[in-house]
């Protein structure tokens, strides 16, 4: 089952938003989502955080407490964009991912 959730409808979300990180890191029986938005100083730079880890259908873990570390930026020359070569996502003593590109 897919589910599509659009939000922030008529609010123009770049005069709220500083800059957000997002990913979703997916295998046949693993599913992480991530995302951090930082806002800006018109809302008090307050940041969001969400994760999501599932495995096949079951929750597993979801928290807003979590550490994102890159590393290895390189420019996708096809696409015009950057990424990171190394990528790893924590939860303190609860759980870490790592993806190497």
Sequence with gaps: MAITITWGSG????????CWQWGKIYTKTFTVIFAII???KKMKNYKIAVF???EKDKLKNSTGEFIISTKEIAL???IHSYYPKRFQ?????Q???????
């Design 11 to 18: 609010v123009n979300l770049s005069k709220i938003i500083d």
């Design 38 to 40: 930082q806002l800006n």
């Design 52 to 54: 999501m880890l599932a």
């Design 76 to 78: 996708n020359t096809r």
């Design 89 to 93: 996502l924590e939860i303190p003593s």
């Design 95 to 101: 759980v870490k991912v790592q993806l190497e590109i």
